[in-house]
């Protein structure tokens, strides 16, 4: 069975540019969960995605969006980029929305300067 | 809001000795709760989880949590710690559904030969 795999591993991105990061679910998985980072701080929840819709968020703005594809893969996109936005991006995946526990990809580190 | 709370920022213990891990939670209904790992630069890894019924729920790595309603806790232990035990761990639990897991602050555990 093949755990999460996230890419890319790290970033570096200039404020006002977009970033697309991308998460390949484990197998048997049809729910993607994102996650922010921020150093010294425990994750914080972006989104949900199941069954390729939209399915909760959080308390970030709209320039964070989301897509989840027909083999659940998923993709993150950040446009507008801030300075705050540097941080380890988690993906986390797992079955039927998440009741179960969730496996989680190693991040993406984005550093925005 | 319903959330986890992880007292301890810090804790160091030496090699061998026992471990317990503090998490608090506040919710009205019975909730759901994880523990947990993250060592540096990586994704979490799930230790152990609880839902209902047996109150002591054993987890990998030789780690258990107790549910304790009447203190509404969840606390993480292990009887003797390895020098690999050394991370951060971090309690989560549901915030406005299972779908949207709240994580606590975390707590880093430094061990000590």
């Known amino acids: 069975e093949t755990g999460v795999t996230q890419s890319p591993t790290h970033l570096i991105k200039t404020r006002g540019q977009q970033v697309t990061l991308r998460c390949s679910s484990q197998?048997?998985?049809?729910?993607v969960s994102w996650y922010q980072q921020a150093l010294g701080q425990g994750p914080q929840f972006i989104f949900q995605?199941?069954?390729?819709?939209?399915?909760g968020r959080g308390n970030f703005p709209p320039r964070f969006s989301g897509l989840q594809f027909p083999n659940y893969s998923s993709e993150l996109n950040v446009n507008a980029l801030e300075l705050d936005d540097s941080a380890l991006y988690l993906c986390?995946?797992?079955?039927?929305?998440?009741?179960?526990?969730?496996?989680f990809g190693s991040g993406t580190r984005l550093t925005v300067v | 809001a319903q959330s986890v709370t992880q007292p301890d920022i810090h804790i160091t213990v030496s090699e061998g000795a026992s471990l317990e891990l503090r998490c608090n939670y506040s919710?009205?209904?019975?909730?759901?709760l994880f523990w947990y790992v993250q060592s540096p630069g990586q994704g979490l890894q799930l230790l152990l989880k609880?839902?209902?019924?047996?109150?002591l729920v054993q987890g990998i790595k030789g780690f258990e949590a107790e549910f304790k309603r009447s203190q509404s806790s969840f606390n993480l232990r292990k009887p003797s710690v390895h020098w690999s035990d050394a991370a951060e761990y971090f309690c989560?639990?549901?915030?406005?559904?299972?779908?949207?897991?709240?994580f606590g602050i975390g707590t880093k555990l430094q061990v000590i030969p």
């Open positions: 197998s048997g998985h049809n729910t």
């Open positions: 989560a639990g549901p915030s406005g559904g299972y779908q949207k897991v709240t």
């Open positions: 995605y199941y069954r390729e819709e939209e399915n």
């Open positions: 986390a995946s797992s079955l039927d929305r998440g009741q179960g526990g969730y496996t």
């Open positions: 919710y009205g209904a019975t909730p759901y």
């Open positions: 609880y839902f209902s019924g047996d109150t």
